[in-house]
């Protein structure tokens, strides 16, 4: 699940509204731990780079974006049917800070393996 | 409100307990191309119409059948005026066929909405809910209140869910069999979370949580008593079981939240620890469950002398196990703890710090507080207290406040 928000408005939350924010999404993380869905998550910062072939920039596209990548989390769902229902449960979606982006991993079949 | 009001009402209340979800598949697959929504309005209206008709007359002698009557006259009144919609049956066939309801509190019927409740595109938390409501029969606000979720917030899940079910028609077409031993993980992953919920303290209504708790036993006895349980089912049952021997005791006299270390062993149910033990033995053929390992757990702690006699070092090694099957940092805290206890103080801390690396667990009021307690074990009674305060401010559970509250004082 792919979490996008408008990196610009998380900037400039105050530090208890990004704090209840974080302890909302632990508490998320750990009802999808405890239902055995969750793998890994993670926050990430606003500033980063953004590198293509001719250049390297500080200041990247994605802070100006309405809705760029914020964080992150790897579940195990039944399907993307699931996965969808699960993320629909995230409390930034339900207070209208994040939108999320649910993709499954891609998986190759091994033809040959029997 | 005299008596014979009274008891038509206490009828009534138990009718649709034990009969609410089946009375509603009944008339789903009576007619399938109706609404959910439709036959959940119709079986309120039916209900409310006994409440009246009951008090001018007598409770009927088989109250379950008087109201799928009145409910499907209504259905056949609705769907007169509404001709796109025809029963499944042609109106000849159908009154022929009046569907036995049983007395028993939990029968096939309701084993399969259970199983149909299990429907992998949903999220566990919209499973819990729609078991709640169509297996176990609560009323929207019992479910509301024992989650401590609004009224609100369930209609909208039963909303997505039942939207869900009018393409998929979940609680019409009984699974497969061959789906069964799939959707069966589920099952239990739904009895779980349920007992879960009424286990640990929450803002919920303390009464209603109890009843999650019986809830979810029920429905797991009815699993095994049925056959179509295996060997996790019986891991689960002794887990559950083990927890219930200790129910009582997690309070003290005057309501006050109690950790393993202070409650009172000898008020532990012994039958409750017995009978659960057979379960777990009883559950030893097949593969491991996540289950096993937590009943195992729970085993050593019912079955220790004191908190200091416990086998932490195996404890420790169960959390491990759990730790390959279920990899995730709550799971990772518990490994630590149990570590810690286990003498391997170096290697637990290692973990602590880890954990309080990661900025979603760092707020996390379970961590700070076992911080807090090994803290105050190691005698760094200041710093102690600097992590119970900081848990103080990660929990609204008042239980749990008033236990921070306690150790801030042991800590000063």
């Known amino acids: 699940m792919l979490i996008r928000e408008d990196l610009l408005a998380r900037e400039k939350m105050t530090k208890e509204e990004f704090d209840r924010n974080i302890q909302l999404m632990t508490k998320w993380i750990e009802s999808m731990a405890e239902s055995g869905n969750f793998i890994n998550a993670d926050a990430l910062h606003n500033a980063g780079r953004y590198v293509g072939r001719s250049y390297v920039l500080s200041d990247g596209p994605f802070i100006e974006a309405k809705e760029a990548i914020s964080g992150f989390v790897l579940i195990n769902a039944e399907n993307t049917e699931q996965a969808a229902s699960i993320a629909q449960s995230c409390p930034l979606v339900l207070n209208d800070t994040a939108v999320i982006e649910v993709r499954p991993v891609m998986i190759i079949e091994n033809e040959s393996s029997n | 409100m005299n008596q014979a009001t009274d008891t038509v009402i206490q009828a009534a209340d138990r009718l649709y307990k034990s009969h609410y979800g089946k009375i509603v598949s009944a008339l789903l697959q009576f007619s399938p191309g109706i609404q959910l929504e439709t036959v959940e309005d119709i079986v309120h209206d039916s209900f409310a119409a006994a409440l009246t008709a009951w008090q001018k007359e007598s409770v009927p002698a088989n109250p379950a059948g008087w109201v799928y009557t009145v409910c499907r006259n209504k259905i056949l009144n609705t769907l007169k005026k509404d001709k796109k919609v025809r029963p499944l049956s042609d109106t000849e066939d159908f009154y022929g066929i009046e569907p036995i309801f049983t007395e028993s509190f939990f029968d096939d019927y309701q084993l399969r909405l259970l199983f149909a409740c299990a429907h992998p595109d949903l999220s566990p938390k919209v499973q819990v809910v729609i078991t709640l409501k169509y297996v176990a029969n609560l009323k929207v606000e019992a479910i509301a209140k024992a989650l401590g979720m609004t009224i609100d917030g369930i209609d909208k899940l039963l ?82 079981l083990f927890s219930a021997a200790r129910f009582k005791t997690r309070f003290g006299s005057t309501g006050q939240l109690l950790d393993l270390e202070e409650q009172n062993r000898d008020l532990w149910d012994q039958n409750l620890i017995k009978l659960a033990s057979d379960f777990l033995n009883q559950s030893r053929s097949g593969t491991i469950s996540t289950y096993h390992y937590e009943a195992s757990i729970a085993w050593l702690h019912c079955t220790a002398k004191n908190f200091r006699a416990t086998d932490w070092r195996l404890i420790s090694k169960l959390y491990f196990q759990l730790l390959q099957m279920n990899p995730n940092p709550f799971v990772e805290l518990n490994y630590a703890i149990a570590l810690y206890y286990a003498g391997e103080k170096k290697k637990a801390l290692t973990i602590f710090d880890k954990l309080q690396q990661q900025p979603l667990l760092n707020k996390y009021y379970l961590l700070n507080a076992a911080l807090g307690k090994i803290h105050l074990l190691e005698g760094n009674n200041h710093k102690a207290k600097e992590y119970f305060l900081e848990t103080l401010k990660q929990t609204n559970v008042e239980a749990e406040r008033e236990f921070i509250r306690r150790m801030i004082d042991k800590s000063s």
């Open chain 2, 159 to 240: 909303l997505r869910a039942r939207q869900k079910i009018k393409t998929e028609q979940i609680l019409l077409a009984e699974p497969p069999i061959a789906d069964l031993g799939h959707r069966l993980t589920i099952v239990h992953k739904i009895i779980y979370l349920i007992y879960n919920e009424g286990y640990k303290p929450s803002t919920g209504n303390e009464i209603l949580k109890e009843e999650l708790c019986e809830e979810a036993l029920l429905m797991n006895k009815a699993l095994l008593d049925s056959g179509a349980g295996n060997s996790d089912t019986r891991a689960l049952h002794a887990l559950m």
